[in-house]
């Protein structure tokens, strides 16, 4: 891994557990690399359907460090826009979700973005597992999820051109992300979360490399591209592993 490579650090399924020493320990590690920095969703210590009245520490620690954008995970999401926005509202980086919509037509929030990093120019799109169907807030709600693979491949259609890579930041599940790889093709790289899963080196479904970082701040994961190839790793944020 060298300074010239696209190095992405990642994070998921946090839970609020990422504290001031274990910040600076990303911050340490990604300080040698410098890199783009991402979530892929449960990040807050509410559950799904509270709220921090004083907004969650977490989001503005991770926002301190520099985060660009994180996927939405069940956690984040409430069935109510008013406060969805109050439980996100300490985050200074995009919250992205392509798969949710309001019945009104109009996105519950941000779909996708270009990330730019050494030259290269990377397609965010985020995933949410559906929330709403089997509950009383498929009727209570404004919002609703559409399929998955529906959203990812309507954003990739929209950024086609625009970008050199796609990544997606999906809260599904390690199941569920092997199975968009292999319905979706141009995927690059899933930086998944929801499952807690820990594979040390990522796993390869078709083109697409596929990672997450276990849980509650217990590793950092590490992507590289050294312009032939994508590799990946996990690093020990703390020395116990907090489960």
């Known amino acids: 891994m060298s300074n010239q490579d696209l190095i992405i650090y990642h994070t998921n399924d946090l839970h609020g557990k990422l504290d001031a020493a274990r910040a600076e320990n990303i911050k340490q590690k990604a ?39 994180m996927a939405m995970g069940n ?23 392509a798969n949710l919509r309001e019945r009104r037509g109009e996105g519950g929030c941000r779909s996708s973005l270009i990330a730019e990093h050494h030259g290269y120019r990377l397609g965010l799109i985020g995933v949410c597992r559906d929330m709403l169907t089997g509950t009383p807030g498929v009727r209570l709600s404004p919002f609703k999820f559409i399929p998955p693979v529906d959203a990812v491949m309507r954003e990739m259609e929209r950024l086609e051109g625009q970008v050199d890579f796609f990544v997606l930041l999906s809260h599904l599940g390690l199941r569920e992300d092997v199975a ?64």
């Open 31 to 69: 300080a040698e690399y410098p890199g783009i920095l991402l979530d892929a969703g449960d990040a807050v210590s509410a559950g799904n359907l509270g709220v921090r009245l004083g907004g969650e520490r977490i989001l503005r620690l991770m926002t301190e460090l520099g985060y660009t954008a």
């Open 180 to 243: 968009i790889a292999q319905q979706i093709a141009g995927l690059d790289l899933i930086i998944g979360g929801h499952s807690h899963d820990a594979p040390a080196e990522g796993i390869r479904s078709g083109e697409t490399l596929i990672v997450q970082a276990g849980c509650r701040a217990a590793y950092l994961g590490v992507v590289c591209f050294d312009g032939r190839r994508w590799t990946a790793r996990l690093e020990n944020i703390v020395r116990e592993k907090y489960y």
């Open 75 to 97: 956690r984040e999401f409430h069935p109510l826009p008013g406060l969805m926005k109050r439980k996100l509202s300490a985050a200074g980086f995009p919250v992205l979700c």
